[in-house]
């Protein structure tokens, strides 16, 4: 059974730095695609950031750029979001998920899903 599980989550206050971490019981981790998405309350779940291909690029979302940076460590299973300078719009429920094909930016795309991990910005 395929589990995605995210931590890191939490209150900080405006200005503030996290970072979420995603492990994956993928047996083939390395071949996936991983991406982060988040939903705030009241809202649509919207894409965050995500590799685009197997070559390691990245992409994000116009809202979170040059300060959110994903990264991952295939020895560990791992998938990780550093998000630095976070501003209150950011509150929302961040779940990372995994695909293997389709678009980056698409939650159609995604084949697996973590529960989520509340981050809350304080002003």
């Known amino acids: 059974q395929v589990q995605l599980v995210e931590s890191g989550g939490g209150l900080v206050q405006a200005g503030g730095s996290l970072r979420l971490s995603c492990a994956a019981s993928?047996?083939?981790?390395?071949?996936?695609?991983m991406g982060w998405f988040r939903r705030a309350p009241g809202k649509e779940r919207e894409f965050v950031a995500g590799?685009?291909?197997?070559?390691?690029?990245?992409g994000y979302a116009d809202s979170v750029k040059g300060r959110f940076t994903i990264s991952r460590d295939n020895a560990k299973k791992t998938v990780y979001l550093q998000m630095n300078s976070l501003k209150p719009e950011d509150t929302a429920v961040y779940y990372c998920?995994?695909?293997?094909?389709?678009?980056?930016?698409?939650?159609?795309?995604?084949?697996?899903w973590g529960q989520g991990t509340q981050v809350t910005v304080s002003s």
């Open positions: 993928l047996r083939t981790f390395s071949s996936y695609l």
């Open positions: 590799f685009t291909w197997r070559d390691g690029s990245t």
């Open positions: 998920a995994a695909r293997t094909r389709g678009s980056y930016n698409s939650d159609y795309s995604y084949d697996y």
